[in-house]
């Protein structure tokens, strides 16, 4: 969520701490550890690992002496450490990176039937299924998804995080949404 | 279909929030506890201040030694290096007395050929001679070492009895005009000095 007003930004924060304001440090955490965590959790499907990604995302923030570069925002560079360290993991055990695959979003689009008001609003409120759903998307599709609900990322931000042209941040996105809609939604009546 | 009243934006908004309304997972406490902990453990000391520094790098004892170093260093060589106070010249029998002082001992401490003469004596010397009585037999004992240590001085000028002893010899040897360029050079040095009557004192010595 984005600061408030009257608080300290993110980047602001981040400096004072480097210049030795531990209570700095307690405020960042405080406002992405939830974020974060939520976005591994979902990105990973796996708890260990991304309580582990986790730590090792904030451990090396703190033993790092750098900055967001350029017009980066401490969000985005937070998220892109993370992100980062998973796609090592993965490469270091072995597991194929599906955030690497060419996906032709076209092929996995569906017709989308369930975006009416009515549908909209009844949507699944079951935790189960909201989960089994995000698992259902395609992994690049469901990683803008995330970048978006849990980092609450722009799209350009997100764009500039995957190394991926807007337009096809854009396409993923929509095509998520659309099948999301239809996950949660093909099973109550219309 | 897609609704055309729901724009992409409101759909996006909509599902999202949706997805919000569900709390899917927090960092254990440990995670937390264990991060924060490290933050602290780890955290920069806070860079001090100029004044900080500076009042920190005084109490060192290193900087203490240092400066102490330093200062003493300088103190000798000031010493060293600093030039004689220039002598009183309006009391001539002062600076006899001084002169005569100052030479006994360095005559007596060591052999005239082994220890040059310091400058500040060479220079006095003939100050001593301006105010001297015609010479009598101890002060012409003393003068016999002052006249080596001052020839072992390479720019010191001849004494006063010296040049008169050489104006002597170049007139009995004949060269008169040699004699009178002494003569006037000696009375440039020693203006209030009557240099006939000394020279007629020496030659009659």
Redesign the interface.
């Known amino acids: 969520m984005p600061a408030a007003l009257d608080s300290p930004s993110d980047e602001a924060l981040l400096a004072r701490?480097?210049?030795?304001?531990?209570a700095s440090?307690?405020v960042l955490?405080a406002r992405h550890?939830?974020g974060l965590?939520?976005f591994l959790?979902?990105l990973s499907n796996k708890?260990e690992l991304a309580?582990e990604i986790?730590?090792d995302t904030?451990?090396s923030l703190?033993?790092s002496?750098t900055q967001p570069q350029g017009r980066a925002s401490f969000r985005t560079w937070l998220f892109q450490i993370a992100r980062n360290r998973l796609i090592d993991h993965w490469r270091k055990h072995g597991v194929h990176n599906p955030l690497h695959d060419s996906y032709d979003e076209q092929l996995h689009v569906q017709p989308?039937?369930a975006?009416?008001?009515e549908q909209?609003l009844s949507?699944s409120?079951d935790?189960a299924r909201?989960?089994a759903a995000l698992q259902a998307l395609p992994e690049d599709q469901r990683e803008v998804f995330l970048l978006?609900?849990h980092g609450d990322l722009e799209l350009p931000q997100i764009a500039a995080l995957t190394g991926a042209p807007l337009e096809t941040v854009k396409s993923r996105?929509?095509y998520a949404?659309q099948k999301?809609?239809r996950l949660l939604a093909e099973e109550v009546p219309a | 279909m897609i609704d055309r009243k729901h724009t992409p934006d409101a759909d996006d908004e909509m599902l999202l929030e949706h997805f919000r309304q569900h709390p899917s997972g927090e960092p254990p406490p440990s995670l937390d506890a264990f991060i924060l902990a490290a933050a602290r453990r780890e955290a920069p000391t806070p860079a001090p201040s100029l004044w900080q520094r500076w009042l920190h790098a005084c109490q060192r004892p290193r900087w203490q030694m240092a400066f102490a170093t330093v200062a003493g260093v300088a103190l000798m060589i000031g010493l060293v290096l600093r030039s004689p106070v220039p002598e009183d010249h309006s009391s001539p029998l002062a600076s006899v007395e001084f002169s005569a002082n100052r030479q006994e001992p360095a005559v007596a401490a060591a052999p005239p050929p082994a220890m040059p003469a310091p400058a500040p004596i060479v220079r006095m010397a003939p100050q001593g001679e301006l105010a001297r009585a015609p010479a009598s037999a101890d002060q012409a004992l003393l003068e016999k070492p002052a006249a080596k240590m001052s020839k072992a001085a390479p720019a010191a000028l001849p004494t006063l009895e010296q040049g008169l002893m050489e104006i002597l010899r170049l007139r009995e040897v004949g060269d008169s005009k040699a004699a009178d360029e002494k003569l006037l050079a000696l009375h440039k040095r020693f203006p209030k000095e009557d240099l006939p009557a000394r020279l007629e004192a020496l030659r009659q010595r």
């Open positions: 701490n480097r210049n030795g304001d531990g440090f307690e955490y550890r939830q965590y939520r959790v979902s708890a309580e986790f730590q904030w451990l703190i033993r002496a989308d039937d975006s009416s008001p909209q949507l409120r935790q909201l989960d978006r609900l996105l929509r949404q999301l809609h």
